[in-house]
């Protein structure tokens, strides 16, 4: 059903040593020399010799045309607004002149006082600029630096992903700005929200001096994506066809997920993202919700079911057959969260039951039960006719009407006793007896 496509020739020109690591080979310095804007010396003022000593550690002795247009700029105290190529060497643009104009100022940064700030879209953008930057305040002791983002380090996570290498899945948090050199193929599931993430995904792949190859899944309604992206982005798109060797491994993943109930609610789960996230295309023309076909997609993610989501509602799937089976009754292998999961269902109907009891016996035992709520629903009706036909009742009337139905809701919820409520009615006056004239139901709508 889908189609690949592959963007065409992403390779960049720009050699690099892999990296802010020191130690890559002279061949990456060589090629750099044929496509770059000169030396750091070269540059109009001169940098502090320890920040070209750094430069020189990570053997990176040209500067890129960003680098090369922006740095001076910034050192005549410009404000600069780049925009450069994917993996073109932003990074390095704007934190060596930061480093450099601190080291110029004249009086000396106190204690505690703020040099710079860098603001970035994601903790793992900052992780990574983080370190970046950690190389050029080294040298200088009369500097700090302090990574502050929320929530657990996903520095780590990204680290070890560097050392050991593999296959990492991840979500957009990932598209912008994380540098992992050698990465060999950027697979795009789904088109992302608008088409200049879109580069940006695939700028994770063929970074400075690196080739790489990067892959879209589309359906055949969304073909156009090809031609918008070739004008709108300048990416031109090759088909990629497919092979029909591919294993069908749907009946594997349909049996882990009645084995498991995890498996099953990640199918769920990722089932009702892509759905939000595809409603979410900014490219609504070419991605049309509407014409999704959802049971090949629920298919597709081998789901038992289809869940329940307000986008599916009202609509009917003749080709997705669901499972036979009770989904509520699959378990989690993991024991403890099953056992959990047990508790919880416990306890729910435990909850269930007493509210449940507590509603009969209120209907009951109370002045307004069921026989004279139905009387008073009737009374109500009559009354609210004769309001919308022209209302009898006096502005004092209604006001009192309306805390009368404001104790009985405060009551209801057990915010105020019997004894309150009573009173309550008898101090709101005259009209008291039309807190009847609300059914428990129509209260329920209300709340
Ligand atoms: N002058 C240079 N010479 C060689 N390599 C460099 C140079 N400057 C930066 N690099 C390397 O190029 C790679 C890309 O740099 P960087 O991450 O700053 O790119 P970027 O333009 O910010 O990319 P993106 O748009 O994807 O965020 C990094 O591995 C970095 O170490």
Request: proline share 5%; with cysteine; aromatic share 6%.
């Amino acid at each position: 059903m889908e189609r690949c496509f592959r963007s065409a020739g992403l390779a960049t020109g720009n050699g690099s040593a892999p990296g802010m690591s020191p130690g890559s080979s002279s061949v990456a310095e060589r090629t750099m020399e044929h496509v770059t804007e000169g030396s750091w010396e070269s540059l109009p003022v001169p940098l502090h010799p320890q920040v070209l000593s750094v430069l020189r550690e990570l053997r990176f002795p040209y500067m890129t045309p960003v680098q090369s247009a922006t740095i001076p700029l910034f050192m005549k105290n410009k404000d600069v607004a780049a925009e450069a190529v994917t993996g073109s060497g932003k990074t390095l643009a704007f934190v060596i002149p930061i480093v450099e104009i601190l080291l110029r100022r004249e009086e000396k940064l106190k204690k505690s006082q703020v040099g710079a700030i860098i603001i970035t879209p994601t903790r793992e953008l900052a992780v990574q600029i983080e370190e970046v930057l950690s190389h050029f305040t080294k040298p200088f002791p009369q500097f700090s630096q302090i990574l502050w983002i929320g929530g657990r380090n996903p520095g780590e996570d990204v680290a070890r992903f560097k050392e050991l290498g593999g296959i990492l899945v991840c979500t957009d948090v990932m598209a912008r700005g994380i540098d992992i050199p050698e990465v060999n193929w950027v697979l795009q599931y789904d088109p992302p929200s608008n088409a200049s993430a879109f580069v940006h995904r695939c700028g994770r792949t063929a970074r400075i001096g690196h080739g790489g190859s990067a892959l879209v899944f589309l359906l055949p309604m969304e073909e156009s994506y090809i031609n918008f992206l070739a004008i709108n982005q300048k990416c031109p798109l090759q088909e990629m066809k497919l092979q029909n060797t591919t294993a069908d491994l749907l009946p594997k993943l349909k049996a882990m997920a009645l084995a498991d109930r995890a498996v099953f609610e990640k199918g769920m789960k990722a089932f009702v993202s892509y759905i939000q996230a595809y409603a979410k295309h900014e490219c609504n023309l070419i991605f049309r919700l509407k014409d999704l076909d959802f049971a090949s997609l629920a298919r597709g993610f081998a789901l038992l079911r289809m869940p329940k989501m307000p986008e599916l509602r009202g609509k009917q799937f003749p080709d997705f057959v669901p499972v036979d089976v009770n989904t509520d009754t699959i378990p989690f292998k993991d024991k403890i969260r099953e056992k959990q999961r047990q508790k919880q269902l416990l306890e729910q109907q435990r909850k269930e039951k007493t509210e449940n009891d507590g509603r009969r016996k209120f209907i009951k035992n109370k002045a307004w039960s069921k026989q004279k709520a139905k009387k008073e629903k009737k009374k109500k009706l009559n009354e609210k006719r004769k309001r919308e036909e022209g209302s009898d009742m006096e502005d004092e009337d209604m006001e009192e009407l309306l805390n009368d139905t404001r104790l009985l809701k405060k009551f209801k919820k057990g915010k105020i006793t019997e004894e309150e409520f009573e009173k309550g009615l008898l101090t709101s006056g005259k009209r008291s007896t039309n807190t009847a004239d609300l059914e428990i139901s129509d209260l329920e709508d209300d709340c």
